[in-house]
Each structure stands twice: as C-alpha cells, then as structure tokens.
C-alpha cells in the first residue's frame, strides 16, 4: 500500500501520509486512556469534562494566532518543532504517572499544550499539502488522509489505548510521545519548501490576521461553505449532545447497543473516504456539496420520527458517508482556491467557526431536550438545514469551477 500512494502521489506525500498515520494513533490512544487517567486519579464529573475542554479550549483562544503563525513560518519545520514539544509534555506526563506523582492540574496542563499544539500542527498540515502534490491529486490525497484518520483514530487507536491503560498506566502516554518524536522525523525528511517560508515582507501580526478574515469573508465560495459549516454545526451537535439519551428513551438501546450504534459513524465515514475523490470527479463538486446538504435535512427528519433502530443505524451510515465526502470536498476546494501565503490564516478562520459551532450547538442542545422533547433538537436541526441548503445553493456551483 504505501508503495502504490509513493509511486502515485510522491515520496514527500508517503512521509506526509505516515506521519499523519502514526501521530492518529497516538491521539487515538490518548482520547481513550486521558479520560480513564482523570476518572482515576478524582471521580468529581466537572473535573472529568474539565480535561476535554481544557483540549478543546486553544482552539477559541488560538486558532486565529495559529494560523499568522502558519502563514510567517516554514511549515514543514513548524510541525517538527511541534511535534517535538508535545511529544516531550507526555513523556514527562508518563514519567508523573509511572512514580504516582501525577495530579489533575498536570494532567489539564499536558492536554492544554496538547490542544496548543494541535492548533498549530494541523492548520500546518493542511496548509502543507497542496505544496506536497499537484491540484489535480488533491482529492485523492486528501481522502487517503481522512482514510488515515478513520481507521487509526477511531479502529485501532481507542480499543488498543484503553487496553494498554489496563496493562499500565503510563504505557499509553509514552506511546503517543514516541508517535509524535517518529512524525516530527518523517516530516523532516520532506523536501519541498513550504511557500510561506519564501515570503520576505511582513505586516504586523493583527494585520495578517485580519487579511486571513478578510479575505475569506470576500470569497462567497470559501465564505459560503465556512458558514454553512459554522451554523450546521451548531445544529448538527445541538442533535447530538442528547444521542445517548435519544438511543435511550427513543430507540431503547441499552448501553451496548448505543456503543454498537456509534460503529455506524466510522463504517459510514470509511466508506466515505474511498468514494470521495470519484464523486467528485464523476458529478462534480457542487453536485456533490449541494447533494450532502440536502441529505442532512433528510437525517435529522428521519432521526426526529423514528423509533426504529435499524432505521436509525442505516442513516447514520448515510450520513457519515456524506460528512466525509463532504469534509474531503471542502478541503480539497479550499486548498486549491485559497492562495498559498493565505492557507494557514484562512484554514484557521474556517476551523474557528467549525469548532465554535459545535461548543455552541452542544450547550444549545442540552437546554433544548430539557426543556422540551429529546426530539426538538433534531427537528430544529432540520429546519436549519434547510434553510442554509436554500442559501447556499446556488454559491456551492461554484466549487465545481
């Protein structure tokens, strides 16, 4: 297999494409045992959440500066260098946990600096790509990347972290230190320079981040799909805060029928990964896009009326088949129309929105099941969709161009 991505995409996208494999599979392993870390050194439930919002917080605070950064620096060796620290912050983790000298304050210092990181790291990733193979492989790349991410992330990574918690503690986090050090080498070894490092005038950093902003604001394409990201978000976790009380109370599955359900979203999103690139090239990416937005509005009324099961898991497969042919799509369209000294700024303004989207949604949808069905958030995700499928349609036919 990796013979056949170097020979079709390049040796530089092989030691891009393996870095993003094993690096998945430390992050993996670390979702997995960071929660048993924290449930087994305090069982206070606010300190639990507390560790995944201390992950999740860099990215409202940073994303933008991330981006500027990305933008000013040599990307290649800004994801080393990264790579690098967060691989030493959980070597030190591992160190506290093998002498049982580790404390939630350490653990939530080590996740925030992870999440610092992660900020900086993937908006250099993907802003890194397009200078590793040409426009026409952006598809297929990027789909053998978010095919990466399926099957290490979510396959191999969560069940082998919490085994190894079992086995030890500390083993997981020294795992995923020894898969970062092993990246930050795979990336080094790529040759092509990154364009920002060939940009010789500077503004100030305010002003490269507003250019990043502006310019996204400016292109109705890239502009169309952030928003449509943005506000689908706040609508599609505003639905899925309450999915384990929805499977619950509305489907009757007990909890291992919830676990079992969830599987439909990474068989679905596997799926997605090996048609994207041919979607795409056989319909065109505005049919594509315009396709997926429309089958959002028929998941959320389908989830809102049945009390099925089978029915429930054959959508969700649906649509994370759609979500990530969608994801692929976006991705391959930004890095192509986006201009090169611009990637990391206006990557980071689309993450801003999408991630804020899904903090807002999953506080939204909470207050709404409570307040009134644990199917109102499914309803009023439908009617969102299809009002951002009505404005956004005819903006996404320029993707195909």
């Known amino acids: 297999m990796r ?13 891009l494409w393996t870095a993003s494999a094993v690096s998945n599979i430390g992050d993996g392993v670390t979702m997995a ?21 201390a992950q999740q917080l860099p990215w409202l605070l ?6 500027a950064y990305v933008d000013r ?8 260098v990264v790579n690098l620290v967060r691989a030493v912050a959980l070597a030190a983790l591992a160190a506290t946990i093998a002498t049982e000298t580790v404390t939630v304050a350490a ?5 925030f600096l992870l999440g610092t990181g992660e900020t900086v790291a993937d908006t250099a990733m993907g802003a890194l790509l397009p200078s590793v193979v040409t426009s026409e492989q952006l598809p297929s790349a990027t789909a053998r990347l978010y095919a990466t991410f399926t099957i290490a992330n979510q396959f ?7 085994w190894l918690f079992v086995i030890s503690a500390a083993a997981p986090f020294g795992l995923d230190a020894l898969t970062f050090a092993i990246a930050a080498a795979l990336i080094a070894g790529i040759r092509v320079v990154p364009p920002a490092a060939e940009v010789a005038s500077r503004s100030s950093l305010r002003a490269e981040v507003v250019e990043g902003v502006r310019w996204l604001w400016r292109h109705r394409l890239v502009r169309t799909l952030a928003l449509s990201m943005g506000i689908g978000n706040i609508a599609y976790c505003a639905a899925f805060a309450v999915f384990v009380l929805y499977c619950r109370q509305r489907l009757g599955l007990s909890d291992l029928g919830y676990g079992f359900l969830l599987i439909a979203f990474a068989i679905g999103g596997l799926c997605g990964t090996a048609i994207a690139a041919k979607l795409t090239r056989t319909f065109g990416s505005a049919a594509v896009l315009r396709a997926g937005l429309a089958f959002e509005v028929v998941t959320h009324l389908t989830l809102a009326m049945t009390t099925t099961a089978w029915v429930a898991a054959t959508v969700l497969v649906v649509f994370s088949i759609h979500a990530m042919v969608w994801g692929v799509t976006v991705a391959s369209v930004r890095q192509r129309v986006v201009p090169a000294h611009l990637r990391g700024r206006v990557s980071s303004v689309y993450a801003l929105l999408d991630l804020g989207g899904a903090a807002l949604g999953s506080l939204v949808g909470g207050l709404l099941a409570s307040a ?17 499928t009505i404005c956004a349609w005819r903006p996404l036919s320029e993707a195909t161009a």
């Open 107 to 111: 653990i939530y210092a080590v996740l």
């Open 3 to 15: 013979a056949l991505v170097s020979a079709r995409l390049g040796a530089d996208f092989t030691r």
């Open 73 to 80: 620096l040599d990307r290649r060796l800004l994801v080393v």
């Open 372 to 388: 009134w069905e644990i199917t109102t958030p499914f309803w009023i995700a439908a009617a969102v969709m299809t009002v951002i």
């Open 156 to 162: 191999v990574a969560k069940p082998l972290g919490a």
């Open 33 to 53: 045992a960071g929660p048993l870390l924290v449930a087994s050194v305090t069982d206070d439930p606010a300190a639990i959440a507390g560790a995944v919002f």
């Open 62 to 67: 940073f994303a933008l500066i991330s981006g």
